[in-house]
């Protein structure tokens, strides 16, 4: 590290002090593929970053460690001798050996001994709620690490021979010494001159520097099916990142975040809509037109309909994403309309009108706190 006063553990993984161990090792995990140097290559401060990761997670990891900095910080660690140091690990792919157990952190980096499967990819994409309802595709742009096209996947530049690795005698593994409280601790860890493979290319592929893959830019139409709701995953087997010695891809992830409608709420297998009546009709009753993804249906408001009521149109929701053919409801809010501006005519019908009504006419239903619960919950009366 350098020599600058180290930062705060705590700070560098972005947990909070009581976080917990599985909290610790999930946040410095997701850190450690960030600053992964095949995602990073273009990057030259990666490496110094992982490595403070690393000791950040070494510190928070050990319950003495970290006892020993909560109270007497980065001094009472060096003072007790438990203070992490990587400077004896030979590349960044030792670290990321010694923490994951080889590979490079599950697929990212460098070799096993064996075929390793591709990390899987996950990301974002919005839709409307009509394509929701429709179904339809989407297509979707992202990062991933392909098999170098070049050297296929090898390392070594076409037409030049892989030869026994010099450092590890062929074995991949390597034996490193590092410091911790309770002294010397020996670990095994991939050789950093043939990332663990016991094989290197005389001449490594000019495209991938020998690594046998790159990072590249992918297109994808991804199907959306009919039905789907905001934060559900859509899995695409085989189309994340690349493995490793002819291992399988992963997967791509697509969470799909459903955009707000002007005309609609979804509440479940349900829609909800609102159909503005004036008040004269909603007394009178009236068949009034109401928007659905299947274009106008007539909706009866039967005579003396009350303001928030609601009608049901049984089969005008959502499509039913487990259960083919079958569709939710749509409910209609009944939003009754107080005319405005009126003139001296219309004043004096309503007049006649309000002196003609007797009390009984006039009674409302249910009791304030219904009125309001119905309100705020927003379905009205059912």
């Known amino acids: 590290m350098s020599a600058t006063a180290p930062r705060d553990p705590y700070e560098v993984l972005g947990v909070a002090r009581d976080a917990d161990t599985a909290a610790i090792k999930k946040a410095f995990r997701k850190l450690a ?3 992964h140097p095949d995602v990073n290559k273009h990057d030259p401060d990666a490496e110094e970053r992982f490595k403070e990761a690393a000791e950040a997670y070494e510190i928070l990891s050990d319950a003495e460690r970290r006892a020993t900095f909560d109270r007497y910080g980065h001094e009472g660690l060096r003072g007790a001798g438990a203070a992490p140091n990587f400077d004896g690990f030979g590349s960044i792919s030792d670290l990321f050996d010694a923490f ?5 952190g599950g697929g990212f980096g460098g070799r096993r001994s064996g075929p390793a499967q591709g990390e899987d990819v996950a990301l974002r994409t919005a839709i409307s709620l009509e394509t929701a309802f429709r179904g339809g595709s989407v297509d979707v742009e992202f990062e991933a690490i392909d098999l170098c096209e070049h050297c296929h996947g090898n390392g070594a530049e076409p037409g030049t021979p892989i030869e026994t690795c010099e450092r590890c005698g062929g074995a991949g593994r390597l034996q490193a010494v590092t410091r911790s409280p309770f002294g010397q601790v020996v670990r095994t860890v991939a050789c950093d001159v043939c990332d ?14 020998g690594r046998g893959r790159v ?3 992918r297109r994808l139409q991804v199907d959306v099916p009919a039905g789907i709701a905001d934060g559900q995953r859509i899995r695409l087997a085989g189309r994340g990142h ?14 799909v975040q459903v955009e707000a409608d002007e005309r609609f709420l979804r509440d479940g297998d349900d829609l909800v809509t609102v159909l503005s009546v004036p008040a004269p009709r909603a007394a009178l009753g009236t068949t009034r037109a109401v928007e659905t993804f299947d274009g106008p249906k007539d909706v009866e408001v039967p005579a003396g309909t009350q303001p928030g009521t609601t009608i049901t149109l049984k089969g005008e929701g959502m499509p039913q994403l487990r259960r083919p053919g ?9 939003d009754v309309v107080i005319p405005r501006s009126l003139t001296k005519h219309q004043r004096g019908l ?3 009108l309000a002196e003609d009504l007797d009390e009984h006419q006039l ?3 249910g009791s304030v706190v219904g009125k309001l619960r119905r309100l705020f919950s927003g379905h009205g009366q059912r």
Not at 100 to 104: Q, V, W
């Open 196 to 209: 663990g493979d016991g094989r290197v290319a005389k001449q490594p592929c000019a495209e991938c520097e």
């Open 242 to 255: 690349a493995g490793d010695r002819g291992g399988p891809p992963g997967d791509l992830y697509v969470l």
């Open 33 to 35: 593929r960030e600053l």
């Open 363 to 365: 009674k409302a239903d």
């Open 100 to 104: 994951f157990g080889g590979g490079g």
């Open 350 to 352: 309503l007049e006649e």
């Open 326 to 334: 079958r569709r939710g409801d749509l409910q209609v809010v009944v």
């Open 215 to 217: 990072v590249g830019r």
